[in-house]
């Protein structure tokens, strides 16, 4: 995750530098780049790498207990698997999600300032400063919010395809496989949907 979101932020301050540098105006890359990482990239990345991650490996591990009947023991003992299985999971990526946004962010924003320093000759201190003026708390919680729905998106993306596993090794795959691009498409999906509610609402 830290090579793909400094990579991210890498990309944004080269292409924004191109642009930018016809109006002499190289040191908003600090700005395009934070409110970018911060906003919108940063989440997004993020969610995209915890689909493929563990939102594959609940769908794979939640398709064995199906495949060894162990859901089915939990059932004839009184215990519920969404109860036992499902919430301990989408709590806990509800949690980490945002931490590894922050983390992603940060990255993100430091493959920007490589590219503002090494290319575009801008101080360090200087690009430092203009992140600063850039970004606001605000910027990091609605990056936070979009992180977080999406944490609990990809938990449930991948218990609800392990649970829907069918009773083969080559059901677990399939499990698996589908766990992953059903969580990206709602990743996407409730980004779409957040933006356009930030918008509404001015944030």
Known sequence: MSLISFLVGLILAFMGANQLRQFGAQIYVANLVGLSMAREMGA???GIIMAGRTGAAFAAQLGTMVVNQEIDALV???LKPVEFLVVPRMLALMLMVPLLCIYADLVGILGGAVVGVGMLHLGAAQYYQQTLSALHLLDFVVGLI???VFGIL???AGCLRGMQCG???SAVGAAATSAVV??????IVSDAVLTVMY???GI
């Open 146 to 148: 979009k992180g977080t």
């Open 154 to 156: 990809i938990a449930l």
């Open 182 to 187: 059903t969580g990206i498409v709602w990743i």
């Open 44 to 46: 997004m990345m993020t």
């Open 76 to 78: 004839t003992l009184g």
């Open 167 to 169: 009773r083969s090794a």
């Open 199 to 201: 918008n509404i609402l």
